[in-house]
């Protein structure tokens, strides 16, 4: 006999023993206990459902199938205004949302946004790794919503138009730019004088391509995978605020599921949101040349200009009175002294 039909004999046998016990295991693990839904606003190609599906996929195979994770991206579930307020009724399980959107529900939680304030990732990930995310996420359980600990990359934003290139804070005025919804946004393009207007990214392509606004901006990684670029002609590279998703859950529906699930589903999210960050790093640094290639003419300003037009304008000296000191200072500790 061979030796794998031996083995096939001796798992029959152990079968036939354990009859009684093994036919509900089976049948349990064919349907979840457990299917919850996970709702974004990006494109199925970016790498957050990229990276999203492959954590879906794990977290089945290491829950035995208990836990089934469904991924709907691209607004499928409605805008970001529909899903927060689906995440907070328990409407959808999971939510991801830019900190400055949430902000609507939680004000600490646009600090990150916070205008020329970061200089690269290193310093990004240390403030939200570190205390300034605490401090964040803290504020986010007191609003009744549970938070996963990494905060997911969306980028550096920059500033696209099919109008003209943006070289210093003067050709900010007047230009009629989309902002997503939320009074951060809105605060900074006003103290450029430009006329913002608040789109849920859901309506952003139609309004470029009928341009009810001239421009708007996003990080290239989503200016690439939402093909911005086929209705717009220039980007410039004005890195003027770092944004990030949070992992949001409805806390009822995360209270529901047994700590040995809550578990491997939180290891899950954090580690996708690990490699989702250097995915993004890596598009945002190589997609120019790309982009390029498709008609976008790109430009780089210096930022100073920038920076001191917003500090003129007493937006830093504002925004610090809303947030209080103490966030301020967490701000301050990992970016440098802004009003
Ligand atoms: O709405 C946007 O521009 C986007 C996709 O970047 C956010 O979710 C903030």
Redesign the pocket.
Known sequence: MSFSRRALLKVSAASAVLGGLGAPLVARAQTAEFTYKYAN??PDSHPMNVRAREMAAAIKTETNGRFDLQVFPNNQLGS?TDMLSQIRSGGVEFFTL?G??LSTLVPAASINGIGFAFPDYDTVWKAMDGGLGAHVRGEIKKAGLEVMEKIWD?GFRQTTSSTKSINGPEDYKGFKIRV?VSPLWTSMFKAFDAAPASIN?SE?YSALQTKIVEGQE?PLA?ISTAKLYEVQKFCSLTNHMW?G?WFLANRRAWSQLPEDVQTIVAKNVNAAAVNERADVAKLNANLQQELAGKGLAFNQPSITPFREKLRAAGFYAEWKGKYGDQAWELLEKSVGKLS
């Open positions: 606003n990006l970001d830019s400055l959107i969306n997503p990214f952003v996003n989503i944004d998703f």
